[in-house]
């Protein structure tokens, strides 16, 4: 099976910084799978935060781009999001996503929890 962790999240003051990890074990290629991190407001759906390719191209929210960057580092199976700059509409539960579309396969983490308040 393949496993997903988060983890980074917590309380930070707005213009603060986090960044999140994402840990992925199993028995998968983690190297072909899209990367991705999303996140989820009280009361709000589930939107794009920002996304890594197989071949490190990446897309950005328009309302992280410039403060926030993703990266992968596939010999360690991990996923991160640097986040600088946070707003309080930033708070939201962020979940990681590992995805190879053209298959169809798709896992989730279980999310972390960020919350930016003064």
């Known amino acids: 099976q393949v496993q997903l962790v988060e983890s980074g999240g917590g309380l930070v003051q707005p213009g603060g910084s986090l960044r999140l990890s994402c840990a992925a074990s199993?028995?998968?290629?983690?190297?072909?799978?899209?990367m991705t991190w999303y996140r989820q407001a009280a009361g709000k759906e589930r939107e794009l935060v920002a996304r890594i390719t197989a071949n490190d191209m990446t897309t950005y929210a328009d309302s992280v781009k410039g403060r926030f960057t993703i990266s992968r580092d596939n010999a360690k199976t991990a996923a991160y999001l640097q986040m600088n700059s946070l707003k309080t509409e930033d708070t939201a539960v962020y979940f990681c996503n590992a995805e190879r579309r053209r298959y169809g396969l798709d896992y989730w983490g279980k999310g972390t929890l960020v919350t930016v308040s003064s």
């Open positions: 199993g028995t998968f290629f983690f190297s072909l799978y899209a």
